[in-house]
């Protein structure tokens, strides 16, 4: 197996044990990304020169004594993550070149540990986006299938774990964004609870949405780099002072699910989502019945409000958070007749890409006057009652299980002229932003055009341990998650 190939606690004993030397980590890496990704394209900024200094960095660091649960391990970080040495270009003209001066509190996190920050990962533009399609860039491609999406808009990270070009990578969802792409890439992807991990420094989509997640090859590397992002942030007024479980010490408890409750919500399983997606998911259920858990079908009777409450409350923050770049103070400026008003059409027109405009547009209509009670008041009290069915379920169910997406990897192109198809991708995903949840995808089969699908395992808010134990259960009992595309 080549180091690329390690998970990321197998580099780190290896590491430790002086097997390799992160120079050495990060050269095979390095080489993987040359040799794959001019056809992935999971990067949009990539430096291996960098890179290496940081892997020397940490070979010191190492060699004095110090100690660290990503010293040496080669990660990627996705492009709408403020790194005060790389552009933050969020995929679009619009943020173009543009540095910031700071990191993210997440990237410094990752910095402490010790992570070599090989890049900046590929995105939809402003996180917008299921197939990674709406970059201002390119394009990511699916390492299962390079005639595919690797699902959005976390595709350029989810791919480069998937292809072997990192070890592990950052990346955010808003509606589904780190759980989808997972899903359709074969790999682990989870979105923890809405206070769990600070936004600072992530640049913002819809804020009460948003959060930070991290995508890996297995459920233990998840909860490692769970584990170093996670906990309060005085920078962050959202983020919760709560302790941080060791999540990766709590798998090692874990003997079988007796006693674990599982719900199935049958909202879940809807007409119109691939059949191999529903029977592959109900197999995986049914593992974690043979584990021991008590596997029960409960109601979320409000889920099929979700799509339509999640697009009105994502694109109304939206057109909110995105009124920051008018070409004064940062990123692109379009200068143009008809002073101040003219150079803000220019600018925005120009450097935004026809899906954030479409968001911006249909969140200032429903912000507007005369329309504010009946869309977006409406849409935020639906959205309590979303979440009172979650809080009611998770009454009498430790965790709830269902498919990531409602079908697996679709072709480029194929929804791409067409929003709802495109929206409708996250079906099964927005929910848990809507009421603030925690939840990750874990593979659980294939399709017959050996495609990954993913299960879906979604925990109470602060119970990442729970949905953790859950996954990391079924992915000891099953293969699915050690099976790598061929490139």
């Known amino acids: 197996m080549s180091p690329y190939e390690w998970t990321i606690l197998e580099a780190s004993a290896r590491l430790s044990a002086g097997d390799v030397s992160a120079v050495e ?24 020169e960098w890179a290496l200094d940081q892997a020397r960095a940490a070979d010191r660091r190492r060699k004095a004594g110090e100690s660290g649960a990503l010293l040496g391990v080669p990660v990627a970080i996705k492009d709408v993550l403020c790194t005060r040495d790389m552009p933050t270009t969020c995929g679009s003209r619009i943020l173009e070149g543009f540095r910031p001066p700071y990191d993210a ?45 690797p699902g959005g808009s976390s595709g350029g990270s989810a791919a480069a774990v998937a292809a072997g070009e990192c070890l592990g990578a950052l990346g955010s969802d808003t509606g589904g964004s780190v759980r989808q792409p997972a899903g359709l890439c074969g790999v682990v992807g989870l979105k923890p609870s809405y206070g769990r991990v600070s936004r600072y420094g992530l640049v913002a989509y819809a804020s009460s949405l948003d959060q930070v997640g991290v995508l890996a090859r297995d459920v233990q590397d998840a909860a490692l780099l769970l584990g170093v992002i996670a906990g309060r942030d005085g920078q962050d007024s959202t983020s919760m002072n709560l ?12 003997d079988g699910l007796g006693g674990v409750r599982v719900g199935v919500p049958s ?8 059949p191999e997606v529903r029977d592959t998911v109900r197999a995986a259920v049914s593992v974690l019945a043979d584990l021991g858990a008590e596997v029960r079908e409960v109601s979320l009777p409000h889920t099929e409000y979700a799509l339509p409450v999640y697009y009105l409350i994502a694109p109304a923050e939206a057109s909110a958070n995105l009124a920051r770049y008018d070409g004064v103070r940062y990123g692109l400026r379009v200068e143009a007749a008809g002073g101040l008003g003219g150079m803000y059409t220019a600018t925005r027109g120009t450097g935004f890409g026809a899906e954030v405009k479409r968001r911006i547009m249909l969140g200032t209509y429903a912000l507007s006057a005369g329309y504010y009670d009946a869309y977006y008041l409406k849409a935020q009290q639906v959205r309590t009652l979303i979440k009172r069915d979650f809080d009611e379920a998770f009454e009498s169910v430790d965790v709830l ?15 791409v002229d067409d929003p709802l198809q495109m929206y409708l991708a996250d079906v099964f995903t927005l929910s848990m932003n809507l009421a603030g949840n925690c939840g990750l995808s874990v593979p659980c089969g294939f399709d017959a055009a050996d495609l990954p699908i993913g299960m879906q395992v979604m925990g109470p808010a602060f119970g990442e341990d729970k949905a953790l134990r859950v996954a990391y259960a079924y992915e000891r009992a099953t293969d699915w998650h050690t099976r790598r595309p061929i490139l």
């Open 267 to 274: 909202e879940y399983f809807i007409e119109g989502m691939q």
């Open 243 to 254: 302790p941080v479980p060791d999540y990766v010490a709590g798998l090692g408890e874990v």
């Open 401 to 415: 299980i269902a498919p990531t997406s409602p079908t697996t990897a679709f072709e480029i192109g194929e929804k």
């Open 25 to 48: 980590l990060a050269e095979a890496t390095i080489a993987r990304i040359e040799a794959v990704d001019a056809r992935i394209k999971a990067y949009l900024h990539f430096d291996a």
């Open 105 to 149: 509190t997440v990237v410094d996190r990752m910095r402490k540990a010790g992570a070599v920050i090989l890049g900046k990962t590929n995105t939809d533009e402003f996180a917008m986006g299921s197939s990674t399609e709406n970059s201002a860039y390119f394009t990511t491609l699916n390492p299962w299938d390079l005639r595919r999406v």
